[in-house]
């Protein structure tokens, strides 16, 4: 498999592996942390030994969503353009990758990106964006 910076990525048939990768940012989608995971979950929906797709974290928060430094004090085409590629991966992984996807978590972390979320009794789910008018 392609080495990244921001994820790790395993491969064991008939299951995919994708871990968020930088919990010392809190996991957050930064651009490269989207692009690199994109790139990973288009090359394990087109290979024929994978059945499923696993999506899970390092650290204590499964991802913090997308940085406020991205937003706040930009202008209007950056805030558009971050929003744009935010949305793109949500979409890619609810709408376009024909497997399903199982997100593992023991931590906090947003309340989609998986058609099946196992959960341990510490983890919490959120959408804090809509308080800033981000959804």
């Known amino acids: 498999m392609k080495n990244y910076k921001t994820i790790l990525v395993e ?15 809190r996991n957050a989608m930064t651009i490269e942390m989207i692009d690199e995971a994109t790139d990973a979950f288009l090359r394990f929906d087109k290979d024929d030994e994978v059945r499923v797709i696993v999506l899970t974290h390092k650290g204590p928060v499964f991802s913090a969503g997308m940085p406020q430094s991205y937003v706040l004090g930009k202008d209007y085409d950056t805030i558009l353009d971050m ?18 996807v199982i997100a593992v978590t023991d931590g906090f972390g947003p309340a989609d990106e998986a058609d099946i979320i196992i959960a341990s009794d510490r983890a919490t789910y959120a959408m804090p964006a809509i308080n800033i008018g981000l959804f």
Do not use: V
């Not at 929003?83 to 399903?100: A, C, G, T, V």
């Open 11 to 25: 491969k064991k048939p008939p299951m995919g592996k994708i871990t968020y990768n930088q919990p010392e940012q």
């Open 83 to 100: 929003s744009r590629r935010f949305h793109n991966y949500h979409q890619l992984i609810e709408r376009d990758i024909s497997k399903p």
